[in-house]
């Protein structure tokens, strides 16, 4: 059996990879397991020099990155650069406050000293997918190997090209040879890495539907895991908003990787005094946006990263005009090659259509009225989902609270669209997850909360 590089753009196979056996993959667990015993006692000085370096290695190679991401999964190149650079950025973060964010924390008790350490747990492993092949890995990564923990990742099947560089980024970096190794199997071989007695937790970026399927075996024997799943996001526009800037950051929210985010813009609820002048602004954006190769300068859409997640995306877009939805912009096939699907707007979109009930994973925009503030939130609300979202309004204090007590989602951002950023924690509620991932929250998933109590 083969792993395949097919590049979205042409259709055509690039490069294949031997797949493993899952007795070789248990056989590196193993070596990954030997070099975490002496890396978790290494000092956070070592540890911030080598993860510094791996920052340097991802900003001085960010274009080689950039091709293979645009090669692999169809990222326009100009993305690409940006994603290693934001992996980069990442790594001096946690290189600068991971002693800070790990250091004892006294606690005043009876004892002559009480203190909480926070230990490495041993060996994660990562199961993470291809839409943002290099960040993904790295927002993980870069905690966890500062935290003292060793790394598997066993990337998306469609990106194995990906997996293999970041795994050389590490050891070009000067990491121990095993700490950080990426496994080229399959999804099936899974199961039995999770049951590997010297895997100590699990970290899952994907569908609900591998969210199950990871927590299920994970909790059958009984290991930590972190999962951050699907997510349909809403944006509230509210009726005093500025049609202009609202237009604006819900097309660069629903355009971010060519709609091909967890945290992209997905659901669009405006009170309806805002509607048509939002409509207008929000079509006229989208149907500027550049849909073409990847390498050319000026590409916002580049192609999906699979025929067949193409194919699922039209499926949603014609089923939900059936129901009822009107068409504002695109929803038609190109007839060319490659796996493209254009700028979508839909209006209209109501309870049971797809659009309104499904995470729409491209650049379709579903357009949801709602008669008032009471309204929008409710809406926003109904839905397995719990990602992100955005509150779009001139009143700020309004907008502040809807975004703290209202919206149900990890994350809630005011006048502007969802993004990572390491200094704050990433991760949702409900069907979207559980666990955080950056910041000083994330670093702590997978460690060791100890308490220390010392009497005379």
């Not at 080229?184 to 590997?196: F, G, N, R, T, W």
């Not at 659901?267 to 190769?293: H, Q, T």
């Amino acid at each position: 059996m083969t792993l395949q590089s097919i590049n979205p753009t042409t259709g055509e196979l690039f490069a294949t990879y031997e797949e493993w056996s899952t007795e070789q993959a248990q056989d590196v667990v193993c070596k990954v397991h030997q070099d975490y015993v002496a890396w978790h006692r290494t000092g956070f000085d070592r540890r911030a020099s080598l993860m510094r370096n791996a920052a340097g290695i991802l900003s001085d190679n960010a274009r080689e990155y950039a091709k293979l991401m645009a090669e692999e999964m169809g990222k326009p190149f100009l993305d690409g650069i940006a994603e290693a650079e934001k992996c980069a950025k990442a790594c001096e973060y946690f290189a600068e406050n991971a002693e800070t964010f790990l250091s004892r924390q006294p606690v005043w008790t009876d004892a002559r000293k009480t203190f909480v350490a926070f230990n490495p747990l041993g060996v994660v492993l990562a199961i993470m997918p291809w839409n943002f092949p290099f960040w993904q890995v790295f927002r993980f990564a870069a905690p966890s190997l500062m935290a003292g923990n060793a790394a598997l990742l066993k990337h998306a099947s469609n990106v194995p090209g990906c997996a293999l560089a970041i795994e050389k980024i590490f050891r070009d970096a000067g990491f121990p040879e095993n700490l950080f190794r990426t496994l080229m199997i399959a999804s099936k071989q899974v199961d039995a890495l999770i049951e590997h007695p010297l895997v100590r937790a699990v970290t899952l970026t994907g569908s609900g539907a591998a969210g199950r399927a990871v927590a299920s075996k994970a909790g059958a024997v009984l290991k930590k895991t972190v999962l951050e799943l699907g997510g349909s996001d809403p944006y509230l526009i509210l009726e005093d908003a500025d049609p202009h800037s609202a237009a604006a950051i819900c097309a660069r929210g629903r355009l971010v990787n060519s709609g091909q985010s967890c945290i992209a813009a997905k659901r669009f609820i405006v009170v309806e005094e805002a509607r048509p002048a939002f409509e207008k602004r929000f079509v006229e954006l989208m149907s500027k946006a550049k849909m073409g190769d990847p390498f050319e300068g000026g590409t916002e859409i580049g192609p999906l990263a699979r025929h067949d997640l193409r194919d699922t995306l039209h499926r949603q877009v014609v089923a939900s005009v059936g129901m009822g939805a009107r068409l504002l912009l695109g929803g038609t096939v190109p007839n060319h090659p490659g796996a493209y699907y254009p700028a979508t707007v839909l209006t209209d979109v109501g309870k049971g259509m797809p659009a309104y009930e499904e995470e729409l994973f491209g650049p379709v925009a579903a357009i949801i009225p709602a008669k008032s503030e009471a309204e929008a939130i409710a809406i926003a609300n109904d839905t397995p989902f719990g990602l992100g979202g955005a509150v779009i309004t001139r009143d700020l204090p309004r907008g502040e609270r809807i975004a703290e007590f209202e919206i149900e989602s990890g994350m809630v951002f005011v006048n502007e669209n969802v993004r990572s950023d390491p200094r704050v924690p990433f991760g949702g509620i409900k069907e979207s997850g559980y666990g955080r991932e950056l910041s000083s929250y994330g670093i702590k998933e997978f460690v060791n909360i100890k308490t220390v109590m010392v009497y005379s």
